[in-house]
């Protein structure tokens, strides 16, 4: 069902998030009654692209192993942000997959305290 047979998810950097919930809250701090957002970046990505791209962007070779799908799990998983980029003038800064996993892997591999 989907152009690889790995299921496509959309992904979106932790900096987009925490900037969609900050938007979020002081939305809240206008008055009474709260809204419900989804936050996606229209990125969207197969397991296997996903997998790639890390491959690419650490050029580091990454073990996979090919699985069935979990029962239930939907091939295909998007968000529609449209309602927090109306509402709340949300947009990522990170709109390509290889940003994502680059700031990723530069945190996970800076040194630790």
Avoid: M, Q
């Avoid at 809250?25 to 996606?40: F, M, T």
């Avoid at 980029?85 to 996993?101: C, F, G, N, Q």
């Amino acid at each position: 069902k989907t152009p690889d047979g790995t299921c496509r998810r959309e992904f979106v950097h932790v900096d987009d998030i925490a900037e969609a919930h900050v938007l979020a809250l002081e939305k809240l701090g206008d008055g009474p009654g709260s809204r419900a957002y989804n936050i996606g970046a229209g990125i969207v990505a197969s397991v296997s692209e996903v997998v790639d791209t890390v491959r690419k962007v650490t050029a580091t070779p990454v073990k996979s192993v090919d699985a069935p799908r979990r029962p239930g799990d939907p091939p295909v998983l998007e968000a529609d942000s449209a309602r927090i980029r109306a509402e709340l003038d949300w947009k990522p800064e990170y709109t390509a997959l290889e940003s994502i996993v680059e700031t990723a892997w530069r945190w996970a591999s800076a040194p630790k305290y």
